[in-house]
């Protein structure tokens, strides 16, 4: 099969998940109308944020009290990002050949 | 390049500022805009500047490399520990006001419980990084 009918047999499966997107975005409120189902949570950061978290800063109160769990496993991701570079770039185990350092018998 | 006289001087004077400025990122970080990315970022990028001026041999000086390569834990280890407070006074792992850890009054230095020092976890965790991927990209040559 050439590389041209390979691209149209993709259209199916963009429409296929363009459509369903479109009716979802269709289907949300519009925005600054308050409704109360989507609401509930920035009223509740707005009006005890302060008194339950003590930080003046909103923001540092939701992402380190609020989303704390989140925020640690953002550090988590930092902490493997460096590993993943240090275990690709760090040299002498490159300059021997092989990621490991050992060399494969065949 | 450790013979331009102005170059020198300038890094000299401006690379503690620089670290200062990353430092009062981090510890107001919940009384004003930034926190422990921010800050962090700031006080990397100061390490970037001095290796950039000094040369790597230098920062080696101040830190062994080894010693830089474990710090990369440091950060993740001093977020995940601040969470057992909570955990030891008898609510949730990163409880803050539901441990019973007092939260000060709002706007001043030592308010709002654990906050701060897991904003100083996120500034260390980012500054390490920010360092070694510069060490690790910059000897990879």
């Known amino acids: ?106 | 390049m450790d013979d331009d006289t102005i170059l020198n001087e300038v890094a000299t004077r401006v690379v503690p500022m620089i670290c200062a400025f990353g430092m009062y990122i981090i510890f107001n970080g919940h009384l004003s805009p930034g926190g422990g990315f921010a800050g962090g970022t700031v006080i990397g990028v100061a390490m970037i500047l001095f290796s950039l001026v000094f040369g790597l041999r230098a920062l080696f000086a101040m830190v062994p490399e080894q010693l830089l390569i474990l710090m990369i834990s440091l950060g993740p280890a001093w977020y995940a520990l601040t969470g057992f407070v909570g955990l030891i006074r008898g609510a949730n792992f990163l409880a803050n006001g539901n441990a019973g850890i007092g939260l000060g009054s709002p706007g001043a230095m030592a308010s709002s419980g654990i906050i701060p020092v897991i904003t100083l976890g996120v500034g260390i965790s980012v500054a390490i990084t920010v360092t070694v991927l510069f060490v690790i990209l910059t000897e990879a040559d």
Do not use: Q, W
């Open chain 1, 1 to 106: 099969m050439r590389p041209r009918h390979l691209a149209l047999l993709s259209l199916p499966l963009v429409l296929l998940i363009a459509v369903p997107l479109f009716l979802i975005a269709a289907d949300m409120p519009t925005y600054g109308e308050m409704n109360p189902t989507f609401n509930y949570v920035v009223e509740r950061y707005n009006e005890r944020g302060l008194s339950e978290t003590g930080a003046v800063n909103i923001v540092t109160g939701i992402i380190l009290d609020y989303r704390a769990y989140d925020t640690m496993i953002e550090t988590t991701v930092l902490f493997s990002g460096t590993i993943g570079v240090l275990l690709a770039l760090k040299t002498g185990a490159r300059r021997r050949g092989t990621l490991s350092g050992r060399r494969h018998n065949p």
